[in-house]
């Protein structure tokens, strides 16, 4: 169980260059498996990870909308590259550049999900941050329905104005 009371601290953990951090789902986000380099950032034993949902270690400084993305992504059986930052165990946070993709069985069913973290570049954890904190101020300040469909217009009004798609700003960034 995702323990609510964690308080986010100002500690950050970095990921070192040849780090992958590598988990698997089922269909509704819950851990099917979590490789040791993930157990050390989340601060969580496989135990306590299996089973459990990936909100787990969700950071209350990541707005919803970034997570609808996410799902409306992997569900129409497309990948996901993007940056998300995550709460460990003790509060403290962690950035990853993840990709995400469905994983398939012989009959070519959807049967769960792969991820596949990187360490992220300063640079784009600079830029995502200030977007992050404009989308999730849009969301604290209006209804949960309302917020997402502000907040997602706002991510989609940042990338006409950079003139790309999501998947060419976020490839841009992490170069
Ligand atoms: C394969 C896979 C990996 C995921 N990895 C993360 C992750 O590292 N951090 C995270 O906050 N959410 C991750 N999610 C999304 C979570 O399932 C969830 O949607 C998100 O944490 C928002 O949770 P909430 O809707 O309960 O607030 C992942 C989902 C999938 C399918």
Redesign the pocket.
């Known amino acids: 169980m995702k323990d609510k009371s964690i308080i986010p601290t100002d500690r950050e953990r970095v990921m070192r260059e040849n780090d992958f951090i590598v988990?698997?789902?089922d269909l509704t986000?819950k851990i099917t498996y979590a490789n040791r380099i993930f157990q050390e950032f989340a601060g969580y034993t496989e135990s306590e990870l299996l089973g459990t949902?990936?909100?787990i270690?969700?950071?209350p400084d990541?707005p919803?909308a970034a997570?609808k993305l996410?799902?409306d992504t992997?569900k129409a059986k497309q990948e996901f590259f993007g940056f998300?930052k995550?709460m460990a165990s003790d509060g403290s946070y962690y950035w990853?550049f993840?990709h995400?993709t469905p994983s398939y069985n012989r009959e070519g069913k959807v049967i769960g999900?792969?991820?596949v973290?990187r360490k992220p570049r300063v640079e784009a954890v600079n830029t995502i941050t200030g977007l992050y904190q404009q989308m999730l101020s849009i969301e604290k300040r209006n209804s949960p329905n309302q917020g997402m469909d502000s907040s997602t217009k706002f991510l989609l009004d940042f990338l006409t104005e950079k003139g790309a798609s999501y998947e060419e700003l976020i490839l841009a960034l992490q170069g």
Request: aromatic share 12%.
């Open positions: 988990s698997k789902t986000g949902q990936h909100n270690v969700r950071h990541m919803r997570f996410v799902w992997i998300v995550n990853v993840t995400i999900y792969l991820s973290r």
